[in-house]
């Protein structure tokens, strides 16, 4: 076939299409990690400590051998050794919970200690839950406090510290001042497909076929441990049940290449519900002091948010929810800090808006609070205190639309009617109340690789190694170069997930379509310059690939963010304390929406998650084993459909002429504000302030502040 002269303007982008994949998933073409066949597949189960603290004393592995189908048994005492002195791709060294059976120390209840290998998963199940081991127990310490004499200040993946101004100076000249405490429980991921990888050697050469969200880190990290030249490890992603941030490198990713090692058979590891409590990474709980001072009109003179969070005693990770001030607001005295304590407990990691989840309930509730001090409306406090530069960075934001947002919701929402006074509507035995909330998330950009063919056939082959975890960023990519082509969507095929097609962006930090669709856009630009009207293609096609580091490196150095508002209304029935989210809306500034359709699920999907952490999640550990309670979806409650109400999802004009792409992240917006608004919500339907998540009807009923 020949090449085409361009056809008109496609714009694909910005119309709603359904998943390009959708028929594959909804008739179970679309196999998972778990679901590729391999031919002499062996199955791993992973045994975890039964105690917090410790060591391993002896395995028992002998019995185990015995048993029908079992072909080996890997520890500490017979696993290779892993290299571990490297920076990764992320910035840091690995946590050692992935580089497993290294030695006999046990770090936190559910260690990976061993896998056993068997011919079926089910005789791999039985083997493992026979193994004895033998331990030497030591004390541990699950308690997380605000006063814990570990506590320190970790810079991590941002400076532990902001600060400028006198803050004490400013709190005293204060008119009005708000200081409380406020916390987030223990949170858990738990896509709906669980953690599997399976791994097969080919001589030299590794294939990992895995459920993660970036091939190009699982790569890198695999190649690392192993001291491998990256260009013998392939690693395939092709669909992903969900990832929120827990699908990185795990233990059962490294345990499977092991064992596929020692057997030389592929090796599948799957991780169970209860092994993603522990294996699986989780958000930390929160304790957050935020002080606020602002003059006689509601403008900030002082902020000052504190946050401290929890970490493993082999790994750190901190949970930057003070991060979310330096963004959002501006104070003459303006001081934030991370800390971080570490204790006998898992790593925690990445969880849906890291930071600004957590961060944002504290810092919007205590919005809240100086709003009804100031005697003020809280969408005109939020405006009133709106910066044009970065708090802390000093730098413009390339577009800062969070006024529009409020401007629209508060229409959409009926604000204009709202009472301003805490518990005077009542319906029945229901009191009723609205809250609102400011969200912001970060539109970041990363070097990313793609590659585009155009193929004899007239049609346009896409190849890039993103991961689509369930968000449709194949359907988005598919737009994005079907408009950068100049020809109908039909005529594109994305296909993503795979290491050989190039390093890649992850899908991670809302930076994950805007990167690819950058270098999607830049192939396209490449191959159109290189086809020629009229002139034949050859049958191997012509193929353009494009790399945007340098481009990336170049854009100007500005602020660059997605905003929201978002709006709520409560129905709370103090005598059984039940809260019921009759409404909820989200009006977001998030860039050039490539599809609406599947934009707009993101976008009601971050709300509703919001609502869950509002109102129902959280994880309890418990301090005589160190574990945690309930380890499964039957006790770690999370929102059902009987709990989400009408919950809507616009979005406003966000143009940035400046930027290439003008696509930003809209993955996790949706999260940040919700359960401050929940929470607003349920203040001024009860009078009654809750610090505390979740809201659970026994903390409505015990009243009173910090409930």
């Known amino acids: 076939m020949t090449a085409e002269a361009p056809l008109a303007p496609a714009r694909a982008v910005g119309t709603g299409h359904v998943r390009v994949e959708g028929r594959d998933k909804v008739t179970g073409a679309a196999r998972y990690a778990g679901e590729v066949p391999f031919a002499e597949l062996a199955y791993g189960w992973l045994v975890s400590s039964t105690v917090a603290r410790g060591r391993i004393r002896d395995v028992e592995a002998e019995a185990v051998l015995a048993m029908p189908g079992v072909l080996c048994v890997l520890d500490h005492r017979n696993a290779p050794p892993l290299k571990t002195d490297y920076v990764g791709m992320l910035g840091t060294g690995p946590d050692p919970t992935c580089a497993v059976f290294q030695n006999d120390r046990v770090p936190h209840l559910g260690w990976p200690v061993a896998l056993v290998v068997a011919e079926t998963s089910e005789q791999a199940r039985e083997a493992a839950e026979s193994l004895v081991v033998h331990y030497e127990q030591e004390p ?12 320190h200040p970790s810079d991590d993946h941002m400076p532990a510290v902001t600060d400028k101004g006198d803050l004490a100076a400013e709190l005293a000249a204060s008119a009005f001042v708000v200081d409380a405490t406020y916390t987030t ?28 969200q970036g091939a190009t880190w699982v790569v890198a990290e695999l190649a690392n441990l192993f001291g491998l030249d990256p260009a013998s490890v392939r690693v395939r992603s092709e669909h992903v049940g969900g990832g929120f941030g827990s699908k990185g490198v795990r233990a059962h990713q490294v345990a499977a290449v092991m064992a596929a090692r020692m057997t030389g058979r592929p090796v599948r590891v799957v991780m169970t519900r209860r092994q993603m409590f522990t294996l699986a990474g989780h958000r930390s709980p929160t304790i957050q002091r935020v002080r606020l001072g602002a003059d006689a009109d509601g403008r900030l003179r002082a902020l000052d948010h504190r946050s401290l969070s929890r970490t493993s005693t082999v790994f750190e990770f901190v949970e930057p929810s003070a991060g979310v001030a330096r963004v959002m607001y501006d104070a003459d005295a303006h001081r934030t800090e991370n800390r971080v304590v570490p204790l006998d407990v898992p790593t925690p990691t990445w969880m849906r808006a890291p930071g600004e989840a957590p961060g944002s309930f504290a810092l919007e509730a205590a919005l809240d609070e100086l709003a009804h001090a100031c005697g003020m409306d809280p969408v005109e406090l939020r405006l009133r205190n709106d910066p044009d530069r970065g708090p802390v960075s000093g730098l413009p934001f390339a577009g800062r639309n969070l006024r529009a947002c409020f401007e629209e919701g508060a229409r959409r929402f009926g604000w204009e009617r709202r009472d301003p006074r805490p518990g005077v509507r009542r319906e029945g035995r229901w009191l009723l109340g609205t809250g609102t909330a400011a969200a912001s998330f970060g539109a970041g950009a990363a070097p990313s690789t793609a590659s585009i063919t155009a193929e004899a056939d007239g049609r346009f082959t896409v190849r890039i190694s993103a991961a689509d ?16 082509l100049d020809v109908p969507v039909e005529r594109v095929h994305v296909r993503l997930g795979d290491s050989a097609f190039g390093p890649a962006m992850i899908a991670g930090g809302s930076m994950g379509t805007r990167s690819w669709a950058w270098a999607v856009m830049a192939a396209a630009r490449e191959l159109r310059d290189r086809l020629v009207p009229g002139a034949a293609i050859p049958p191997e096609g012509v193929t353009a690939r494009s790399d945007t580091t340098e481009a990336i490196a170049a854009l100007a150095r500005k602020e660059r963010h997605s905003f929201g508002a978002q709006f709520a209304e409560v129905a709370v029935d103090t005598g059984t304390g039940e809260v019921r989210v009759r409404r909820m809306l989200g009006v977001f500034a998030a860039g050039r929406i490539v599809n609406p359709l599947t934009a707009r699920g993101q976008f009601t999907g971050g709300m509703i998650w919001g609502i869950s952490m509002a109102l129902h999640e959280e994880a309890a550990r418990d301090a005589a084993s160190g574990g945690p309670v309930g380890a499964d979806l039957a006790g770690y409650h999370v929102a059902t459909h009987a709990d989400v109400p009408r919950v809507e999802a616009h979005w406003v004009a966000d143009d940035d002429p400046e930027d290439p792409v003008g696509i930003k992240g809209i993955g996790e917006i949706g999260i940040v504000g919700a359960a401050a608004a929940v929470a607003n919500a349920v203040w001024h339907a009860t009078g009654v302030r809750h610090r505390s998540l979740p809201i659970r009807p026994d ?6 502040p910090d409930a």
């Open 140 to 151: 541990h310490d699950v308690d997380f406090t605000a006063d814990h004499p570990d506590a």
């Open 185 to 212: 429980p223990e949170e858990h991921h738990h896509p709906m497909e669980p953690h599997a990888a399976t791994a097969r050697w080919e001589a030299d050469r590794l294939e990992v076929v895995d459920s993660n």
């Open 469 to 484: 975890i369930g968000t449709g960023a194949r359907t988005a990519l598919t737009l994005v170069a079907a408009d950068a």
């Open 699 to 704: 903390r409505v009923l015990a009243g009173g």
